[in-house]
């Protein structure tokens, strides 16, 4: 294995595992500043807000700036970030820190991305993206729920401190071992906007914002959602965490082969209606251990599940723009996850924790919905174009 890609990887982890580990510590968070749950749940939507709409800036303004050089300020400006959190003496300091720890994501996450792909020979570059984005997928089944156990085990401080650690060692294997990345053509914001004049594009992103909206509402809370699953105890949270990550990351590795074989709408399509049936259950489901098991191995399968589909879907849609679509899809996906937290800090007041499962349902189904819209627009563009070829001969 290219240890270069590996280090690049390890900063990816260390970023995953700060976008999802508040989940695991949200109430001795609460508990810590003297808010409540609600309050305490933006701490993720600031971060997630702040890498979303900063990824596509960043990369733009900054694409003549050294690769290496750029990761590794953004590693620290994480770094540093998420030590400010950890010593946040209120919570008004915690989402400034937080909004910087966001930047220092979008510095570093699609730089890392790119430049794994430019390291390598041009027939590696497919596996060399998997790698890196691995790292992100791995958070949630290993980085997440090791931070949540020494948030209970502890203090949630020192979870802040674990994230900052990873990331410094991720720093000193990109300072130790990429010494050259090659710097790729300059792509300017309006290029990276101007695919949305393209309806199907729109669509999918669609499709993409309201289903992570979806996920994430649950997934922000999840210590209250599963509270009478979880009973107080930081290794069954630990546990149940770990079973949404792993889930994901099997789904994902099982993904290439279904597309093959039945395709990327029905994989996209199967993996919605299981979340559909799955929130709109969590109101029983996650009232005892057994039947949270079942639930969340589900949820954590379809969840993860849609993000390989819908990457497809976006590349065939528009192959010489992919690194740019790619992008949005990320950072649209950052945009669900800061909308869920808005979102579900209001439905925690409104339906209460062991019912926000009735929120994600209509987002799900939404996220439904438009996928079937996108991919009719796909049909219709496609017979449009074969129309005019039959035409032209």
């Given at each position: 294995?290219?240890?270069?890609?590996l280090?690049l990887?390890?900063?990816?982890?260390?970023?995953g595992t700060?976008?999802?580990?508040?989940?695991?510590?949200?109430p001795q968070v609460?508990?810590?500043?003297?808010?409540?749950?609600?309050?305490?749940?933006?701490l993720t939507t600031v971060y997630a807000l702040?890498?979303?709409?900063?990824?596509?800036t960043i990369?733009a303004?900054?694409?003549?700036?050294?690769?290496k050089?750029?990761?590794l300020?953004?590693?620290?400006?994480?770094?540093?970030?998420?030590?400010?959190?950890?010593?946040?003496p209120?919570?008004?300091?915690a989402?400034?820190?937080?909004a910087l720890a966001?930047?220092g994501?979008?510095?570093y996450?699609?730089t890392?991305m790119?430049?794994?792909?430019?390291?390598?020979?041009?027939?590696k570059r497919?596996?060399?993206?998997a790698?890196?984005?691995?790292?992100?997928?791995?958070s949630?089944?290993?980085g997440?729920?090791?931070?949540?156990?020494?948030g209970g085990?502890?203090?949630?401080?020192?979870?802040?401190v674990?994230?900052s650690s990873?990331?410094?060692i991720?720093?000193v294997g990109?300072?130790?071992?990429l010494s050259?990345?090659?710097m790729a053509?300059?792509?300017s914001?309006?290029?990276r906007?101007?695919?949305f004049?393209?309806?199907?594009?729109?669509?999918t992103?669609?499709t993409?914002?309201?289903?992570q909206?979806?996920t994430f509402?649950?997934?922000?809370?999840?210590?209250?959602?599963f509270?009478?699953?979880?009973?107080?105890?930081p290794?069954?949270l630990?546990?149940?965490l770990v079973l949404?990550g792993?889930?994901?990351?099997l789904?994902n590795?099982?993904n290439?082969?279904?597309?093959d074989?039945i395709?990327?709408?029905?994989?996209?399509?199967g993996?919605l209606?299981?979340?559909?049936?799955?929130?709109?259950?969590?109101g029983?489901?996650s009232?005892?251990?057994?039947t949270a098991?079942?639930?969340?191995a589900l949820?954590g399968?379809?969840?993860?599940?849609?993000?390989?589909?819908?990457?497809?879907?976006?590349?065939s849609l528009v192959?010489?723009?992919?690194?740019?679509?790619?992008?949005?899809?990320?950072?649209?996906?950052y945009?669900?996850?800061?909308?869920?937290g808005?979102?579900?800090a209001?439905?925690?007041?409104?339906?209460?924790?062991h019912?926000?499962?009735?929120?994600s349902?209509?987002?799900m189904?939404?996220?439904?919905?438009?996928s079937r819209?996108?991919?009719r627009?796909?049909?219709?563009h496609?017979?449009?174009?074969?129309?005019?070829?039959?035409t032209?001969a």
């Amino acid at each position: 294995m290219d240890k270069r890609l590996l280090t690049l990887a390890l900063g990816m982890f260390a970023l995953g595992t700060d976008s999802f580990v508040i989940a695991g510590v949200l109430p001795q968070v609460a508990h810590s500043f003297d808010v409540s749950i609600g309050v305490a749940g933006q701490l993720t939507t600031v971060y997630a807000l702040a890498y979303a709409l900063l990824s596509p800036t960043i990369a733009a303004a900054a694409a003549h700036i050294n690769r290496k050089g750029l990761m590794l300020s953004g590693l620290g400006v994480f770094i540093a970030a998420n030590l400010a959190t950890a010593w946040a003496p209120s919570i008004a300091l915690a989402l400034v820190a937080r909004a910087l720890a966001g930047l220092g994501a979008a510095m570093y996450a699609p730089t890392a991305m790119g430049s794994g792909t430019s390291i390598v020979a041009p027939e590696k570059r497919g596996f060399a993206l998997a790698i890196v984005v691995a790292g992100l997928t791995a958070s949630t089944a290993l980085g997440s729920p090791i931070g949540t156990v020494i948030g209970g085990l502890g203090d949630w401080r020192w979870t802040m401190v674990f994230v900052s650690s990873v990331s410094m060692i991720a720093a000193v294997g990109i300072a130790l071992f990429l010494s050259h990345i090659p710097m790729a053509p300059a792509i300017s914001l309006k290029q990276r906007l101007s695919v949305f004049s393209d309806h199907r594009v729109a669509l999918t992103l669609l499709t993409t914002l309201l289903v992570q909206c979806g996920t994430f509402i649950i997934y922000t809370y999840f210590a209250v959602v599963f509270d009478r699953a979880i009973g107080g105890n930081p290794i069954i949270l630990a546990a149940l965490l770990v079973l949404f990550g792993l889930s994901g990351t099997l789904m994902n590795l099982a993904n290439g082969r279904l597309i093959d074989k039945i395709g990327t709408r029905k994989v996209l399509t199967g993996v919605l209606i299981v979340l559909m049936v799955v929130t709109a259950t969590f109101g029983w489901s996650s009232a005892t251990l057994a039947t949270a098991v079942v639930a969340i191995a589900l949820y954590g399968a379809a969840g993860w599940g849609q993000l390989v589909p819908q990457q497809h879907n976006l590349v065939s849609l528009v192959p010489s723009a992919a690194p740019i679509v790619l992008g949005l899809n990320t950072s649209v996906t950052y945009i669900g996850v800061a909308s869920a937290g808005v979102i579900g800090a209001a439905g925690l007041q409104v339906v209460g924790p062991h019912h926000l499962g009735y929120i994600s349902f209509f987002l799900m189904t939404g996220a439904l919905l438009a996928s079937r819209v996108a991919q009719r627009a796909t049909d219709n563009h496609n017979a449009k174009l074969q129309a005019k070829t039959v035409t032209s001969a």
